[in-house]
């Protein structure tokens, strides 16, 4: 079965750092795009960053650009998303997925569970 697992959330303080794993099992991560999302009590759930299956070409949304990398281990199916400089407005419950990066968000088809992630002194 296909099973993403996010971890490493926690509760941090404005400017400081977490790193997000997103652990990926029953398929072969070379072929696909995975998405970091998060989603605020009610607010839509958004796309944060993407790294492609292809050429590892990424993307940010805006409001995290040069604070947030997403990296992947292909050898230990493995994303991760390092977030530096973290604002409360990052807070939120973080999601990894099997992700096309450019398709819509409503195309995705695997979900972890989900992390949780609190930015606040």
């Known amino acids: 079965q296909v099973q993403l697992v996010e971890s490493g959330g926690g509760l941090v303080q404005p400017g400081g750092s977490l790193r997000l794993s997103c652990a990926a099992s029953g398929f072969t991560l070379d072929y696909y795009g995975i998405g970091w999302f998060r989603q605020a009590p009610g607010k839509e759930r958004e796309r944060v960053s993407c790294?492609?299956?292809?050429?590892?070409?990424?993307y940010y949304l805006d409001s995290v650009k040069g604070r947030f990398t997403i990296s992947r281990d292909n050898a230990k199916k493995v994303v991760y998303l390092q977030m530096n400089s973290l604002k409360s407005e990052d807070t939120g419950v973080y999601y990894c997925a099997t992700d096309g990066c450019g398709a819509p968000m409503t195309s995705v088809r695997y979900w972890g569970q989900g992390t949780q992630v609190t930015v606040s002194s």
């Open positions: 790294i492609s299956s292809r050429d590892g070409s990424t």
